[in-house]
């Protein structure tokens, strides 16, 4: 706890409105978290190196952002304490997006939080994985159980319900694959960021 403490004060972070910023299960180096932001359950949010979180997000979920990661203003992650979201590297959420790893049933149930699970019928509890070089385009919104793979993309005002194929680019509502994204010059860009990085570490 103290370790994380420490990470924290050397972050850019001023003193946050809705949480304890010690209490996350873990906070990397160069960690901006805007002030505004709510974290739920702080206890299960991992964060590493690097890593933005813009005001006015809100988290109800077990997180694990690795390096690079930025969220961006107004975004949700939801779905409750049992459900689970992780972003790889240089994985992005444009403004306003929602991932929502837990749902309820729309048809047979009470939703909302405030009734035993046992009234609230055929509850979907999931994850929803974002692998490195992912963007979610402002206002979208994923459904659980999604996983995208490496470098997939979605455009604004897009629904995503399954999982989206390595490096294609997609957009819609449900999405439909509309576009290659080009690999080779997103991973030379990425190469030559950390070596320009490393070198200036030296």
Request: net charge positive.
């Amino acid at each position: 706890m103290i370790g994380i403490a420490n990470n924290c004060l050397r972050s850019k972070m001023s003193e946050n409105l809705f949480f304890d910023l010690t209490k996350l299960k873990k906070c990397g180096k160069n960690v901006i978290i805007g002030k505004t932001v709510r974290i739920r359950y702080p206890e299960l949010v991992e964060i590493g190196d690097n890593v933005i979180i813009d005001d006015f997000t809100y988290i109800s979920t077990a997180l694990k952002l690795h390096s690079f990661v930025h969220i961006s203003a107004g975004c949700k992650i939801i779905g409750g304490k049992k459900a689970f979201v992780v972003m790889y590297e240089f994985s992005t959420l444009a403004p306003n997006v929602t991932l929502s790893a837990g749902s309820d049933d729309y048809v047979g149930g009470i939703a909302t939080p405030l009734v035993p699970m046992e009234f609230k019928g055929d509850v979907q509890i999931g994850r929803i994985i974002l692998k490195k070089h992912c963007i979610v385009g402002a206002g979208s919104v994923v459904l659980p159980d999604v996983t995208f793979h490496e470098g997939a993309s979605v455009g604004a005002l897009s629904l995503v319900k399954r999982d989206l194929d390595e490096w294609c680019l997609y957009a819609g509502i449900p999405v439909k694959k509309i576009k290659i994204r080009d690999k080779l010059k997103v991973t030379q860009f990425e190469e030559k960021f950390l070596i320009q990085k490393e070198n200036k570490n030296e």
